[in-house]
């Protein structure tokens, strides 16, 4: 079947013949365009790497522009992040002592802060007599 096959003399060429190529019809299109001034960069000859290194170089630039804008780091955005946790921890802490220092020489305060008192499963219970009679 196709398990073995001798080894080959040569190796095999690659004949490539363009479908669409007209070298007079091209000639022409550059003469044309040389007269009517259209040439722009066909006059100089091409280097190896052209393309890839104007490609290159323009990146560059757009990065250096971009740099040297107005941008905001990543750094200020980390601070000003650290600053607002800072504050959102520390603020209510200090209200709070604030508060406590105004609330320890008043009696009445003290008094409404007992009474408003969240419930607790802990405290003993109060029994009073029922004065209800029938």
Do not use: C, H
Not at 101 to 109: F, I, L
Not at 118 to 123: A, K
Request: no cysteine.
């Amino acid at each position: 079947m196709g398990l073995f096959s001798p080894p080959k003399k040569r190796a095999n060429k690659f004949n490539y013949i363009p479908r669409y190529f007209d070298p007079e019809k091209e000639r022409r299109d550059q003469r044309r365009r040389e007269l009517r001034g259209e040439g722009g960069n066909d006059n100089t000859p091409y280097t190896p790497g052209k393309y890839i290194r104007t490609v290159r170089e323009a990146r560059a630039e757009r990065k250096a522009q971009q740099k040297s804008g107005n941008r905001v780091g990543p750094a200020l955005i980390f601070g000003v992040a650290i600053a607002i946790l800072i504050i959102y921890m520390l603020v209510p802490r200090i209200v709070s002592m604030i508060t406590t220092v105004g609330k320890q020489g008043n009696p009445e305060v003290e008094q409404a802060e007992l009474e408003n008192e969240t419930f607790n499963p802990y405290t003993p219970i109060t029994i009073v007599p029922n004065d209800y009679q029938e």
